[in-house]
């Protein structure tokens, strides 16, 4: 708020010094060319000097007010300059203290989820069929439902996928997107993992309105984020069974892999 006052003072007084020294040129040019013309007496000439040398001091005036008016406009502007650098850098503080904070209430997120064992995917499923899919297709799509669904199923496959915020998109057509921030540390937690999406990819096959599930399983390693697991589920027709297909893995103790 004081920066945009400054700046709007400094821009007020730097356009009235501007129009001040226009309005002085503009008035000795008017002298020049009256005392160019033709046919005048010299009583007039001499009146001429005389009011153009008064008008000059005149000049002279305004110009030491103007250039001591753009001196404070100069000061005005370093002002703001300063405060606005401080200001970012107040401001760069206190984002590496948030950032620093989200750092460390993730890593104690992580371990939390990490010490929470994996449940095993309920044999009667999780309910999928009790939501309303017709409604995320063709012309009666509602933007609503859809993202009531995802956000539920976000939050009913935390326990079975080991991931501490399981993202679930339904942008794509008929398809179900899962997005896995897993943190388990072993290949054992990691086939738990797959085997409660495979029952995930079971119950939905019961759900005409799908063909599809793309699956993404991502681990963090150190700072940089690894592809573990990548898996997409596919059918033509509904009531068909589910067929994996583009199977790519990657174990977490190293960079092998297979696919």
Not at 106 to 121: D, G, T
Not at 124 to 143: A, Q
Request: glycine fraction near 6%.
């Amino acid at each position: 708020m004081i920066v945009e006052i400054l700046e709007i003072v400094s821009g007020t007084i730097a356009i009235g010094v501007i129009i001040l020294m226009l309005l002085r040129i503009n008035l000795d040019r008017r002298f020049s060319a009256i005392q160019r013309e033709e046919g005048q007496s010299s009583l007039f000439q001499r009146k001429m000097t005389y009011v153009k040398k008064i008008e000059q001091e005149k000049h002279i005036h305004t110009l030491i007010r103007g250039c001591l008016l753009l001196g404070v406009t100069i000061v005005i502007i370093v002002s703001a300059l300063v405060i606005l650098v401080d200001t970012n850098q107040k401001m760069k503080k206190q984002t590496n203290k948030l950032t620093d904070r989200i750092e460390v209430l993730e890593q104690r997120q992580q371990q939390l989820a990490a010490s929470i064992p994996l449940k095993k995917y309920p044999e009667k499923g999780i309910g999928l069929k009790d939501y309303e899919w017709k409604k995320l297709i063709g012309e009666s799509k509602d933007s609503s439902i859809q993202k009531q669904i995802e956000d539920d199923l976000s939050k009913q496959t935390i326990s079975f996928f080991g991931a501490v915020e399981p993202t679930v998109s339904l942008a794509v057509p008929k398809t179900i997107s899962l997005q896995l921030k897993s943190q388990t540390e072993d290949d054992t937690g990691k086939e738990a993992i797959k085997k409660n999406i495979e029952a995930f990819a079971k119950e939905a096959e019961s759900i005409p309105e799908l063909t599809d599930i793309h699956v993404r399983m991502v681990t963090s390693v150190g700072k940089s984020k690894k592809v573990i697991y990548n898996v997409n589920y596919s059918r033509e027709k509904p009531g068909e069974s589910f067929k994996k297909m583009n199977v790519s893995e990657q174990n977490l103790k190293n960079d092998g892999g297979k696919g």
